[in-house]
């Protein structure tokens, strides 16, 4: 099963580790530290046309992904439970 995030992009559902709000959960410097060295290591994609309000944590191929979306993790969630898919 996939996820859809918007603006075309996909997901597989196993390469999911979290769906986490972009504003509340960057008020922790360690969160803001971790997206930053994503950033420079070249492991975050924006998928987000307007302004971003989600970011997803996968695990693709042994490495950690993160993907900016627009989407609220509520909306995201909402899909994934849709498609059966459990996020704790």
Known sequence: MYLHLGNDTIIRKNDIIGIFDLESSTLSHKTRE???NAE???RVVNVSAELPKSFVLCK???EE??????LSPVTLIKRASQMNISID
């Open 34 to 36: 971790f997206l930053s």
């Open 40 to 42: 420079k290591k070249g």
């Open 60 to 62: 693709e191929r042994d």
């Open 65 to 70: 992904i993160i993907y900016i979306c627009q």
